[in-house]
């Protein structure tokens, strides 16, 4: 019983760790700016690079 447990738990925490955008907290942590706004407006990898830099 504890293993079913456990393992929906898991599923749960997966699920919201693969569903938040990473590129938009990027932005919003790094130079706080909705990365929405700038470039492509995409929350993709390249747009993020592009306008938040290495």
Known sequence: MV???ASLVGLAIGYLFGSTPTG???GKL???IDIREHGSKSTGATNVLRT???
């Open 3 to 5: 293993f079913w447990i």
């Open 24 to 26: 938009y907290l990027a």
């Open 30 to 32: 790094l130079k706080s």
């Open 52 to 54: 938040l830099g290495k």
